[in-house]
T-cell receptor, first 112, second 116 residues
Framework: DQQVKQNSPSLSVQEGRISILNCDYTNSMFDYFLWYKKYPAEGPTFLISISSIKDKNEDGRFTVFLNKSAKHLSLHIVPSQPGDSAVYFCAASGSATNKLIFGTGTLLAVQP | NAGVMQNPRHLVRRRGQEARLRCSPMKGHSHVYWYRQLPEEGLKFMVYLQKENIIDESGMPKERFSAEFPKEGPSILRIQQVVRGDSAAYFC??????????????FGEGSRLTVL
């Protein structure tokens, strides 16, 4: 049962343009949503999160949007930079535990 | 370096041998989580531990896998009688507790197990 889904395995964008990564979830009990970035042979690093009581959170070039009615969230990166090229994982957790459930990831390639 | 420390970074075992992966959480963190990433797949939750307690092991395979987080020392993920399908990257994460200002877990660099 895949509770967190990232349906796009990969995304390619031009440097300076916007990158939009999408994530869907099925469990309405999730109350925190996070995005992690991962380079090959390294551990995931936290990017940004949003609680279920909000619909938007912004941190520099990164903005996460949450649409609870659609059970959908997205990560916007603008402007995209070549150093942003990595695998991006969406994750969610419920109120009873810190455990994170991850999506399968989206490989972002930012072309110079 | 006060981050999550995992060792070994790379481990090669033959089928039937045992693999032990170690994880020292960030200073001040008392909660540890183990995840597995199979080739071309996402991160799958395995087990969540506090000191001397297993909180959630719903992602652990029923056989050959065990985890502990003793009062002193690192957390250990133990895989007995390894098979080729156990080849994966195993990531450990830690958190300070149930304080959930961001929900963030802090990950180590991972241990890459190769079973020949």
């Amino acid at each position: 049962d895949q509770q967190v889904k990232q349906n796009s395995p990969s995304l390619s964008v031009q440097e300076g343009r916007i990158s939009i990564l999408n994530c869907d979830y099925t469990n309405s009990m999730f109350d925190y949503f996070l995005w992690y970035k991962k380079y090959p042979a390294e551990g995931p690093t936290f990017l940004i999160s949003i609680s279920s009581i909000k619909d938007k959170n912004e941190d520099g070039r990164f903005t996460v949007f949450l649409n609870k009615s659609a059970k959908h969230l997205s990560l916007h990166i603008v402007p995209s930079q070549p150093g942003d090229s990595a695998v991006y994982f969406c994750a969610a957790s419920g109120s009873a535990t810190n455990k994170l459930i991850f999506g399968t990831g989206t490989l972002l390639a930012v072309q110079p | 370096n006060a981050g999550v420390m995992q060792n070994p970074r790379h481990l090669v075992r033959r089928r039937g041998q045992e693999a032990r992966l170690r994880c020292s959480p960030m200073k001040g963190h008392s909660h540890v989580y183990w995840y597995r990433q199979l080739p071309e797949e996402g991160l799958k939750f395995m087990v969540y531990l506090q000191k001397e307690n297993i909180i959630d092991e719903s992602g652990m395979p029923k056989e050959r896998f065990s985890a502990e987080f003793p009062k002193e020392g690192p957390s250990i993920l133990r895989i007995q009688q390894v098979v080729r399908g156990d080849s994966a990257a195993y990531f450990c994460a830690s958190s300070p507790g149930l304080t959930r200002s961001t929900g963030e877990l802090f990950f180590g660099e991972g241990s890459r197990l190769t079973v020949l």
